[in-house]
């Protein structure tokens, strides 16, 4: 039997669509053997030696503008018009020599820009009418990833949902399933083999990211944890930050048995597993890896745009909160180490609270366009 071909598309701005589009690949194989899956960061893949400029340009503009970003991210239509238009034109002329060679039977992009761009070439080629799904890797329906030539939309919750159809989508191309994230993020393995691999000992724990980028520069947060590092276990997950790595590692305040300070790494559902608080930016993939694993997450400096959005959600939700002063940061130390028991069953709540969120919807929803 012919395997049916998958194409996923992603784009590197932000870690989380990519790991979206491979969540998503792992999935796909773990339920069908018929299957074959490509992922592909599209405009690295197109033009490898321009996609790092435009790539450094963008992390510096959200890193130095955040407000730019908000604006053109309130700006929706007009943003979306240009950006198709002019990424079409100049930056993805090959996207229908990539489609037309890998002859998928279905497309599913997990990252707007790529989505833009084969709905385009749909809607200018009678031809090529291969089954298009968008993945809505937030928690809000802006407008850059609506169009006609979608065929389904797979959104992370009902609320999402409303805003599709509140633009006039029709119910039946939306499908619900959360954002995709690994397996491995819904399975719950021995925690202490984790602490053995990690060095970790078996005390309340902190797990403070810095968001796909490592983008986590707020040290009046970072010092306000450690103060706690006698009494409380601190791991700092810096990404792909490696001058904060090193800064931090010559810091005197962080040098401490009870405080860990590691790179990138893949093994975050492992780190989630042993851990009894999240600290970090609202991504959206970073929230739906911390919800699949019921850890109560506190929010720092969300970015305008899609982070309020997702911050918003997950505070509404009862499973996060914003870093607004300090004393959040106090109190919840003082809660883990004065009231464990609470914090630790009030997981377990979410956790089954969240069941309705299959690990493998996402999938199943693709594979119907199979069937």
Request: hydrophobic share 40%; aromatic share 8%; net charge positive.
């Amino acid at each position: 039997m012919q395997k049916k071909r998958i194409l996923i598309l992603s784009e590197g701005f932000g870690a989380g669509h990519t790991q979206a589009a491979y969540a998503l690949s792992s999935s796909l194989r773990q339920l069908s053997p018929n299957l074959q899956t490509k992922v592909l960061e599209l405009g690295n893949f197109l033009n490898p030696k321009m996609a790092p400029i435009i790539l450094s340009a963008y992390r510096k503009t959200v890193t130095t503008q955040p407000k730019l970003m908000g604006y053109v991210y309130r700006h929706q239509k007009s943003f979306n018009r240009l950006t198709t238009l002019a990424l079409h034109r100049i930056f993805y002329t090959h996207t229908k020599n990539v489609v037309m060679q890998l002859k998928p039977d279905v497309i599913v992009c997990t990252h707007f820009i790529p989505g833009a761009v084969v709905s385009r070439l749909k809607r200018v080629d009678p031809t090529l009418q291969v089954p298009l799904v968008t993945v809505i890797t937030d928690y809000d329906a802006h407008a850059s990833w609506i169009s006609p030539e979608v065929d389904r939309y797979l959104v992370s919750t009902p609320e999402v949902k409303s805003k599709l159809r509140m633009r006039n989508i029709p119910a039946a191309k939306i499908r619900v399933t959360g954002i995709p994230v690994h397996p491995n993020f819904w399975e719950h393995p021995g925690k202490q083999e984790i602490r053995e691999q990690f060095n970790l000992k078996d005390i309340p724990t902190v797990l403070v990211m810095g968001g796909g980028w490592g983008i986590m520069n707020d040290q009046v947060v970072n010092a306000c944890l450690a103060d706690w590092r006698d009494k409380i276990q601190i791991v700092f997950c810096l990404g792909n930050n490696d001058k904060l790595l090193r800064e931090m590692k010559e810091d005197p305040r962080y040098y401490h048995p009870n405080i860990s300070l590691i790179g990138f790494t893949r093994e975050i559902d492992k780190l989630m597993e042993v851990s009894d608080l999240l600290v970090t930016k609202p991504g959206g993939m970073t929230c739906s890896e911390g919800l699949a694993k019921g850890i109560p997450m506190l929010f720092y400096h969300p970015l305008p745009g899609q982070e309020e959005e997702n911050c918003r959600y997950f505070t509404a939700s009862g499973f996060g909160e914003p870093i607004e002063s300090l004393d959040v940061v106090v109190m919840w130390m003082e809660r883990l180490l004065n009231n464990y028991g609470d914090v630790q069953n009030k997981r377990k709540l979410h956790l089954e609270e969240i069941a309705r969120y299959h690990p493998l919807q996402s999938a199943q929803s693709i594979i119907e366009l199979l069937e």
